[in-house]
């Protein structure tokens, strides 16, 4: 049976860190990249960093640039976006995706996980 989804988001207060995971199973993540995209009330889909399937490639929005880090752990079948001083404007639903290759195309990518909240607020 084919999971993957996000875990990790929840209420965190400015200045703040989060680290969210991407875990798959039934399917084998490491021969996929795999991108972080947000979407806030309002606003459209917005991709915020991606991965190449070995790591060896990571791009980000200019948005995140210096504060958001993103990881993989082929083992674990898992993708990790490490945030770091988070803004409220970083509020939004946070969903991974997976695709052939880094594209900022949202089109492109095979797999979507549900979805996982994050709120920055004080």
């Known amino acids: 049976q084919l999971q993957f989804g996000e875990s990790g988001g929840g209420l965190v207060q400015p200045g703040g860190s989060l680290r969210l995971s991407c875990a798959a199973s039934?399917?084998?993540?490491?021969?996929?990249?795999t991108g972080w995209f947000r979407q806030a009330p309002g606003k459209e889909r917005e991709r915020v960093s991606c991965?190449?399937?070995?790591?060896?490639?990571?791009n980000y929005a200019d948005s995140v640039k210096g504060r958001f880090t993103i990881s993989r752990d082929n083992r674990e079948n898992t993708v990790y976006l490490q945030m770091n001083s988070l803004k409220p404007e970083d509020t939004a639903v946070y969903y991974c995706?997976?695709?052939?290759?880094?594209?900022?195309?949202?089109?492109?990518?095979?797999?979507w996980g549900q979805g996982t909240q994050v709120t920055v607020s004080s």
């Open positions: 995706a997976a695709a052939q290759i880094c594209t900022r195309s949202s089109g492109a990518y095979n797999y």
């Open positions: 039934g399917f084998t993540l490491n021969t996929y990249a």
């Open positions: 991965i190449s399937s070995t790591g060896g490639y990571t």
